[in-house]
């Protein structure tokens, strides 16, 4: 265990170097990250994200739009896997994040 995400517990796979996230509730664990290094730029990718997430306003969607498509592109340059599945814990951040839950 490396971490928490969300609603996962997030991973390291000794063998393989992949990091894994672990849902409540689901029984098997999730690939998340290709390895350490995309986990470490997707969270410098976010927090980016964020400060600039924080200056839109908070009624103009297309800005708040713009601002986490630039992050999900950001993230996925390095390493896609975050997003190949529509409930990752990527893909529903995001998701969130769009619909202006978290800001």
Do not use: C, K
């Given at each position: 265990?490396?971490?928490?995400?969300?609603?996962?517990?997030?991973?390291?796979?000794?063998?393989?170097?992949?990091?894994?996230?672990?849902?409540?509730?689901?029984?098997e664990?999730?690939?998340?990250?290709?390895?350490?290094?995309?986990?470490v730029?997707?969270?410098?990718?976010?927090?980016?994200?964020?400060?600039?997430?924080?200056?839109?306003?908070?009624?103009?969607?297309?800005?708040?739009?713009?601002?986490?498509?630039?992050?999900?592109?950001?993230?996925?340059?390095?390493?896609?896997?975050?997003?190949a599945?529509?409930?990752?814990?990527?893909?529903?951040?995001?998701?969130?994040?769009?619909?202006?839950?978290?800001?």
């Amino acid at each position: 265990m490396i971490g928490e995400f969300l609603f996962a517990i997030v991973a390291l796979d000794p063998e393989s170097g992949s990091v894994y996230a672990l849902p409540e509730g689901e029984p098997e664990p999730l690939l998340m990250h290709a390895d350490v290094s995309s986990l470490v730029h997707a969270l410098m990718a976010l927090e980016r994200g964020q400060a600039e997430y924080r200056d839109t306003n908070r009624d103009d969607d297309a800005a708040r739009d713009a601002v986490v498509s630039r992050m999900r592109q950001d993230i996925t340059m390095v390493d896609p896997t975050p997003f190949a599945d529509d409930e990752s814990e990527w893909s529903r951040l995001l998701e969130e994040l769009g619909l202006g839950m978290w800001g």
